[in-house]
T-cell receptor, first 115, second 112 residues
Framework: EAQVTQNPRYLITVTGKKLTVTCSQNMNHEYMSWYRQDPGLGLRQIYYSMNVEVTDKGDVPEGYKVSRKEKRNFPLILESPSPNQTSLYFC??????????????FGPGTRLLVL | GENVGLHLPTLSVQEGDNSIINCAYSNSASDYFIWYKQESGKGPQFIIDIRSNMDKRQGQRVTVLLNKTVKHLSLQIAATQPGDSAVYFCAENIAGTYKYIFGTGTRLKVLA
């Protein structure tokens, strides 16, 4: 089944404790991205990747890191999480890495609580 | 399930009726638009898309209308079913960029 998977689905952590949320897609998509979803706000893009080893900042990159060493994986790293990073996170992918309008396919989400 | 929006506008419709969900998009340079459905506890699910060179596009039970003059997008769902209950939001892609802008959504409630 074609899908985007994320792990973990739920995570409670404490301020300052480094964490990684994994994202993997099995559709051979070039483009992958991370979003956060907060009440009253639309999805906001954190980082995106056009292809292996090519990443760029989205609208809210502060406090996050990403890497794209393999086409299928795009982990999100919080080096020193803070309470304002408590949110619902979604990974997404789409077929091509170019600047063309294409739909993105989303993972199931990771709910993060930073105490 | 989680709250994707605490104060989302809500549309309540009777089962079997047609639903119309509206979206005002923000950027006149956007040339690609998408409607997503998000059920409680799940990620956004693609419903239908439309490019700016079209005014209307139809799918199975869904139709998207685009009015570029007033920057308005609508999603019509025919013969609404209980399984259609969810939050619906639109997204726009600014031409020539990787930027997508997402709306906050409308909650659709289907009354039996």
């Amino acid at each position: 089944e074609a899908q985007v998977t994320q792990n973990p689905r739920y995570l409670i952590t404490v301020t300052g404790k480094k964490l990684t949320v994994t994202c993997s897609q099995n559709m051979n998509h070039e483009y992958m991205s991370w979003y956060r979803q907060d009440p009253g706000l639309g999805l906001r893009q954190i980082y995106y990747s056009m292809n292996v080893e090519v990443t760029d900042k989205g609208d809210v990159p502060e406090g996050y890191k990403v890497s794209r060493k393999e086409k299928r994986n795009f982990p999100l790293i919080l080096e020193s999480p803070s309470p304002n990073q408590t949110s619902l996170y979604f990974c997404a992918s789409r077929l091509t890495g170019g600047v063309v309008g294409e739909t993105q396919y989303f993972g199931p989400g990771t709910r993060l609580l930073v105490l | 399930g989680e709250n994707v929006g605490l104060h989302l506008p809500t549309l309540s419709v009777q089962e079997g009726d047609n639903s119309i969900i509206n979206c005002a998009y923000s950027n006149s340079a956007s040339d690609y638009f998408i409607w997503y459905k998000q059920e409680s506890g799940k990620g956004p699910q693609f419903i239908i898309d439309i490019r700016s060179n079209m005014d209307k596009r139809q799918g199975q039970r869904v139709t998207v209308l685009l009015n570029k003059t007033v920057k308005h997008l609508s999603l019509q769902i025919a013969a609404t079913q209980p399984g259609d209950s969810a939050v619906y939001f639109c997204a726009e892609n600014i031409a020539g960029t990787y930027k997508y802008i997402f709306g906050t959504g409308t909650r659709l409630k289907v009354l039996a």
